[in-house]
Nanobody, 123 residues
Framework: QAQLVESGGGLVQAGGSLSLSCAAPGRTFSNYAMGWFRQAPGKERDFVTAISGSGANTYYADSVKGRFTNSKNNAKNTVYLQMDSLKHADTAVYYC????????????????WGQGNRVTVST
């Protein structure tokens, strides 16, 4: 299965900001919806946000709405997740994903996944 390459994340204090990026080297993902999911310790993987292939439409989980921003640069085959006003509850491994159908991607039905990057928010 082709992989998406993630970078970013790390450790930050509550209230701080971090960013993640997800690249698709050697592939064109302009026709793919791109999403971010996260999995906290001992919990299932949850939907965070998704963006349409064109970048015109974005969707967010209620828990991150107003704090996270999902954007896509099709020229660079890269999607970005800017995370502001981070909370301890945002601590998780974050995964990017790509799928042809945004409606399916929101439910975790993806064609490609990233390797996951850890985000830790200290109190």
């Amino acid at each position: 299965q082709a992989q998406l390459v993630e970078s970013g994340g790390g450790l930050v204090q509550a209230g701080g900001s971090l960013s993640l990026s997800c690249a698709a080297p050697g592939r064109t993902f302009s026709n793919y919806a791109m999403g971010w999911f996260r999995q906290a310790p001992g919990k299932e993987r949850d939907f965070v946000t998704a963006i349409s292939g064109s970048g015109a439409n974005t969707y967010y989980a209620d828990s991150v709405k107003g704090r996270f921003t999902n954007s896509k640069n099709n020229a660079k085959n890269t999607v970005y997740l800017q995370m502001d006003s981070l909370k301890h509850a945002d601590t998780a491994v974050y995964y990017c994903a790509a799928g042809r159908q945004l409606s399916e991607l929101k439910y975790g039905l993806a064609d490609y996944w990233g390797q996951g990057n850890r985000v830790t928010v200290s109190t």
